[in-house]
Structures are given as C-alpha cells and as structure tokens.
C-alpha cells in the first residue's frame, strides 16, 4: 500500500517534516543536566556577554569540549565549575 500526501492531514505532515518535533522529543529524553550548552547559553546563565563567555570558555580550568569550532560544555559541568571559582 502506497501512501500519498492527500491520503495525510496537514498536521501530520508538519510533523513528518518539522525538525523541530524531534530535536524537542530528544531534548526532552535526556537529563537537563547531561545536555550540552555552547556560547550563548553560557554567556545567558553566567550573565555576562558573548565575547566574555568565549573568552572563559577558553580558560586551561574550564571543561570545554570542542566540535569542530563550536564551544561547547555539560551543563552540570558548568554548573559544578562555577561552583567550585565561587568567591
């Protein structure tokens, strides 16, 4: 049985199409704390601007992961870092 795009309802065929379903579902799967959060969310949580947070991000102390040019890190790592500098 062969399927058409009349035999589908326009919502399904949003969501056979929309990225954004399944980024969201494997999100949701993993622990908040196990993601992985590159510049921009760092520089939200930290309060600070995105050239500082690159900048920190740099730090020989900090645990920085590398995917190809991205910056990127654990959020429990960030979390655990931050907590540890803590004045």
């Known amino acids: ?26 999100a949701a799967r993993l622990d908040d704390s196990m993601r992985f959060i590159g510049t921009k969310e760092v520089a939200s949580l930290m309060g600070c601007s995105i050239p500082v947070a690159r900048q920190t991000m740099r730090r020989k102390d900090f645990p920085l992961v590398m995917c190809g040019k991205n910056l990127k890190v654990m959020k429990s790592e960030l979390i655990k870092w931050a907590s540890q500098r803590r004045v």
């Open 1 to 26: 049985m062969k399927i058409t795009k009349d035999d589908l309802t326009k919502e399904e065929l949003h969501n056979i199409f929309s990225h954004k379903d399944n980024k969201s579902d494997n």
